[in-house]
């Protein structure tokens, strides 16, 4: 069982940068690929990015690429999304996930908010 915590989200401005940060509670956080979904009003939930447990990085949203940088320090199991000049459409509900091998995101956390002003 893997516990992941969220933190980081809030309230900026277009234009803002913000760092996500997702704590995991397990001793074997480097065997796990991690992902960032995002979720916004009326939309269906997306994988943003992700961390693969070969040491390599996805980006899956087109209008994220080269704003959004995901990175993991498997050293204190944490992963962090670093969101730079953010735009209202990346208004959301973000959640860090965890996959073992090629298996399905099976480890969720309760999501931390990111609302983007215009």
């Known amino acids: 069982q893997v516990q992941l915590v969220e933190s980081g989200g809030g309230l900026v401005q277009a234009g803002d940068s913000l760092r996500l940060s997702c704590a995991a509670s397990?001793?074997?956080?480097?065997?796990?690929?991690m992902g960032w979904f995002r979720q916004a009003p009326g939309k269906e939930r997306e994988l943003v990015a992700q961390?693969?447990?070969?040491?390599?990085?996805?980006y899956n949203v087109d209008s994220i690429k080269g704003r959004f940088t995901i990175s993991r320090d498997n050293a204190k199991n944490m992963v962090y999304l670093q969101m730079n000049s953010l735009k209202p459409e990346d208004t959301a509900v973000y959640y860090c996930?965890?996959?073992?091998?090629?298996?399905?995101?099976?480890?969720w956390g309760q999501g931390t908010r990111v609302t983007v002003s215009s």
């Open positions: 961390s693969l447990m070969t040491g390599g990085t996805t």
């Open positions: 996930a965890a996959r073992y091998g090629l298996g399905q995101y099976t480890y």
């Open positions: 397990t001793r074997t956080f480097s065997w796990y690929t």
